[in-house]
C-alpha cells in the first residue's frame, strides 16, 4: 500500500473515531438534514455539528447543498 492510500484511510478511520461525528452519520444514513436539525437531534450546538460536519466533508464522506442559508447535508 502507498503512503497516499495509507494517509487517507488514516484520515477516513480518524474521522469516525468521534462518537458524535458517528451519530451524525447515522443520522443523515435515512435523509438529508439541516445543521440545525443534526444539532436537535443529537443535543449539541450548531457550532460542534458544523465542525464535525466539517471533518466529514473533508474525507468526502458528506455532500453540502445550500438553499438560501440553511444548509443540507447528506452521505
Do not use: C, Q, W
Not at 439541516?34 to 464522506?61: F, G, Q, Y
Amino acid at each position: 500500500m502507498n503512503e497516499t492510500k495509507l494517509a487517507e484511510m488514516l484520515m477516513f478511520f480518524k474521522a469516525l473515531s468521534d462518537e458524535s461525528r458517528l451519530k451524525i452519520v447515522g443520522s443523515l444514513a435515512s435523509s438529508e438534514r439541516s445543521v440545525e436539525e443534526l444539532a436537535s437531534l443529537l443535543d449539541l450546538r450548531a457550532p460542534t455539528v458544523s465542525h464535525h460536519l466539517a471533518k466529514l466533508k473533508n474525507i468526502d464522506l458528506v455532500s453540502m447543498r445550500s438553499e438560501g442559508n440553511t444548509h443540507f447535508y447528506s452521505l
